[in-house]
């Protein structure tokens, strides 16, 4: 009983011995391939001179090729008259076999092409909707040629389940890896449309205590680790609980537009809501409150390409900060 190596051996002779080794039978018959691509042009248009002007050819060297064509075939293609030409039934039967033959071709070339680079970037929906996404033109022409893929997590554990290449997340300073870029750091304000600050005559120094007795717009925390109301009214002496809310999201980007649609006060994380800030759709209507021990960092997967983290990092660097 032969080997695994003899048995391959003999089956690779067997498919070679099978085979003869001889140009396809295509191309013993019509010696000049491209004579088919001139036909189908031809037979697209129904008109020579038509199929000229695609080519690049002159009618009479079209009218050569297809001529040609017939002969080596033995085949009229082509009913001919005066001012006109009209595909036959062995033209129309032939028109068929030749776009089959080249759709099949196409297919095989997508199959050996090389697939372009994909680059998956993670982030949450909030910080998507509100800073990354309106500069996402920007961003795709740093890429150049790598396709940008962008994956939104909601939850940490989801981010953790997920698979991509690089993530913009609020992380605890002491417990990112090594290579991980530092963006800005975790800071909250309280902020509300114009026109609801001014009904309620909010400013900048509004008492917290003031703040509690309005409908305050809350973020469920579960499994994010984000400054929330409780958080800012401990650093003010207060206590407050989930339960006082007047309306709990779990998307941050969809409190800022309850904000700015005047459904009450939203607590706004600085860098993200600064382009609000900046236009006038939302106000400060309280105090700030930083968080020393988390920021917002540009974290690199393991078998990330360090060049294309390199690429984002920089234009991370260079986009932060700017107003559009």
Known sequence: MPSFVDLSLTLSHATTMSRPNKSHRLLQRVRRIQLFAIFEVAARHVSFTAAAE?????????????????????RRLFDRSANQVRLNPDGRALLVAVEAGFDEIDRGLDLIAPSPETFVLAANPGFAAVWLVPRLHSLRLAFGEVQLQLHLF??????????????????????????????????????ASPGFAEHHGLTTTTDPARLRQLDLLHLDNRDRQWLGWPEWFAANGLAWSSKEASITYNNHALIIEGAMAGRGVALGWSGLVDPALADRRLVTVGVPVENPATSYHLIPSQQSSKHHVMLLARWLEETLGVTD
């Open 54 to 74: 695609e080519l690049g050819l002159t009618q009479s060297g079209v009218s050569r090729q297809i001529s040609e064509l017939e002969r080596v075939i033995d």
């Open 154 to 191: 909601d939850r940490d554990q989801e981010l953790r389940d997920s698979q991509w290449d690089a993530a913009i997340h609020l992380s605890a300073n002491d417990q990112v890896p090594d290579d991980a870029v530092h963006l800005f750091g975790e800071a909250v304000q309280p902020v």
